[in-house]
């Protein structure tokens, strides 16, 4: 114990006197970042240099024997060992600080080299100085505990010895949940640095204090066909962007973030066309996506589905699932491929007459059906709506019906598959009103995900085979 604190004392001398110093000078070009690199680290030095002078008669010079202890010098210290926590809560900040300094200036790249080739730095960069605090810290607990584990119960030194190993274990707990979220801040500055096209207030809000969960890639369901995105979870948010392969390796263009305040998530059945697919709704936007596997499937759901119960001890003061959707949340598109007609009037679409998707429902309708625009719930300007959706929002607008209908509705249209199995649907998105159907439509105001190439639909009105 006492030849390590010797030498860990030695290498805080070293970093003081050939880094620190010369950089407070203030000549020297970047003064101004020793706060930000050594942070407390004169404190740290103080504090070994008291530690190795109280270890040194105890230890030094003198054949071991029972009657000598050090645990009452360990207890006496623990107060002072404070400044490794303060140490260790701005070190992720030294860390970039010294790497954008080595990356992007050539002065001070060639002053830490020329540091490192002097005589006892034993090759050891800055860096490496650098996290020798928050490495000691856990040496402590380390030899202590083994000091414990050979001291007998019957000396006196061991109560104190148990008392002091606790201290250190509290501190060694303290520092490794500092390494934990230096890892995390790390990871979410490295991700940042990965996304292209990132907005500012996003940037802020990446290396913001929260939880880095998962990552991976997905396959969406886009408008017109499923497209591989790139998707990195947090413990308050999900962002998702396009993959753009060059020659160095991937690239990330961003597309989106989605706050998972109010947010859902649904896994899904599988069908011939979709598999290991699950939902996701948010305020922003909702739609499903596809894992590669159902192992994988299963644990973005699981992490997910944690993160809105407040399941995770990242989270453990927040809950953000709903069980329910509601006015909020904004509709499941019906991907192109999966209607040949429009929803509302049935026309078949083609080169003139084209797609469209209501804000409000997600369906897809043709323009003559969607030729209105009014504002939606979180969104400045109107946007376009299908005539039921507008006609329904217009008679709530007025009172004349209410927002959530608490009657029953209409007899719901019952959506099989040839064979006459019934098919799974989705939550009905954005406004629960939704559920009112057309009286006359061809198709259930419900957006389901995991149809068949053909579906029929029975309704009060009659049968009618689709292909969609």
Avoid at 372 to 399: A, H, I, N
Avoid at 431 to 451: F, T
Wanted: charged share 25%.
């Amino acid at each position: 114990m006492l030849a390590t604190e010797k030498s860990y004392v030695a290498g805080l001398k070293f970093v003081v006197t050939n880094y620190m110093e010369p950089m407070k000078q203030p000549d020297h070009p970047f003064h101004r970042l020793v706060p930000n690199i050594f942070q407390n680290l004169e404190e740290v030095l103080d504090t070994s240099e008291l530690l190795l002078a109280k270890l040194r008669p105890r230890i030094e010079g003198a054949a071991w024997d029972k009657s000598q202890c050090i645990a009452d010098v360990f207890l006496e210290m623990i107060p002072r060992f404070s400044c490794y926590n303060t140490y260790m809560e701005n070190h992720h900040i030294a860390i970039r600080t010294v790497n954008r300094l080595l990356a992007t200036r050539v002065k001070f790249a060639q002053f830490a080299q020329s540091v490192k080739e002097m005589h006892g730095s034993e090759g050891r960069d800055l860096l490496t100085f650098l996290i020798t605090p928050v490495q000691r810290v856990l040496r402590y607990s380390l030899l202590f505990k083994d000091y414990l584990k050979h001291t007998s119960p019957s000396l006196f030194d061991y109560p104190m010895a148990k008392s002091a190993n606790a201290a250190l274990e509290m501190l060694a707990e303290a520092v490794n949940d500092s390494i934990r979220k230096e890892q995390n801040m790390n990871k979410l500055y490295e991700i940042r640095d990965k996304l292209r096209g990132l907005p500012k207030p996003i940037q802020q809000h990446i290396v913001s204090e929260h939880a880095f969960i998962r990552e991976g890639s997905l396959m969406k369901m886009c408008k017109k066909k499923p497209k591989k995105r790139m998707f990195f979870l947090f413990s308050d948010s999900i962002v998702y962007a396009a993959i753009v392969q060059t020659v160095t390796g991937p690239l990330y263009s961003f597309r989106r973030i989605m706050y998972l305040k109010k947010a859902r998530v649904k896994p899904l059945s599988d069908s011939a066309d979709i598999i290991n697919a699950f939902q996701i709704s948010t305020e922003q936007k909702s739609f499903f996506v596809m894992a590669d596997s159902p192992k994988e499937k299963d644990f973005w759901v699981m992490d997910l589905t944690q993160i809105l119960k407040g399941e995770r001890k990242e989270v453990k003061d927040q809950h953000f699932m709903t069980d329910k959707s509601d006015a909020s949340e904004a509709p499941v598109w019906v991907p192109d491929k999966f209607a040949v007609r429009c929803m509302i009037c049935g026309d078949f679409f083609n080169v003139v007459k084209r797609r469209h998707h209501c804000r409000n429902c997600g369906k897809l309708v043709c323009s003559n059906c969607c030729s209105k625009r009014r504002p939606l719930l979180g969104s400045e300007l109107p946007e376009r709506v299908c005539l039921f959706c507008y006609d329904l929002l217009e008679l709530q607008e007025q009172g004349s019906i209410p927002a959530f209908p608490t009657a029953a509705p209409a007899k719901k249209a019952e959506l099989t598959t040839p064979n006459g199995s019934p098919v799974q649907c989705a939550t009905p998105p954005r406004l629960q009103q939704n559920r009112w159907k057309h009286s006359n439509s061809l198709m259930a105001h419900e957006y389901q995900v995991g149809l068949a190439p053909t579906i029929q639909i029975n309704s009060s009105a009659g049968a009618h085979q689709e292909q969609i």
